[in-house]
């Protein structure tokens, strides 16, 4: 179909090799000084799709902060592509919500368009149903994606 896509690791700029997770360790301060700036010259560059990170920022998982990817990544940055869940990730904020209606509900609110191996997201339509996300918002990840 003509389509580019390497699900590599992740965009991390590690500073000190003898903590192996280092990539799950960082704050708000040492984001927007190291490692936005990278993000942002590959949106500049032309990217169109990202993959949020298992991690959290500030105690919310990357796939449930709006903040991150809808106000900063799309609206500062002007990414209009697609965000992609890691793995089973999106089945992971069940932790915290308790259910995989609530955990879709919360990550496409977020900005994820698609997720990878999730099952949370097949309780899209129950999420519609129980009134949580609107069909419009559903239809802006499918165009994104499309």
């Given at each position: 179909?003509?389509?580019?896509l390497a699900l ?21 301060h ?5 490692h ?22 500030d ?37 915290m ?20 191996l ?29």
């Open positions: 179909m003509g389509v580019h590599s690791s992740m965009l991390d700029i590690l500073r000190d090799p003898r903590w192996g997770r280092s990539e799950e360790c960082y704050g708000e040492e984001l927007r000084e190291i936005l700036p990278a993000m942002q010259g590959a949106v500049k560059a032309g990217v169109r799709g990202v993959m949020a990170a298992y991690n959290e920022i105690g919310i998982y990357c796939h449930a902060n709006r903040k991150l990817l809808t106000e900063l990544l799309r609206g500062e940055f002007k990414f209009d592509g697609i965000v992609m869940a890691d793995a089973l990730a999106v089945d992971q904020l069940n932790k919500t308790g259910d995989g209606t609530a955990s879709a509900d919360l990550a496409l609110r977020a900005g994820v368009d698609v997720g990878l999730d099952e949370a997201y097949s309780h899209l339509e129950e999420a519609v149903e129980k009134g949580l996300i609107t069909e419009d918002e559903i239809n802006q990840a499918v165009h994104r994606v499309s």
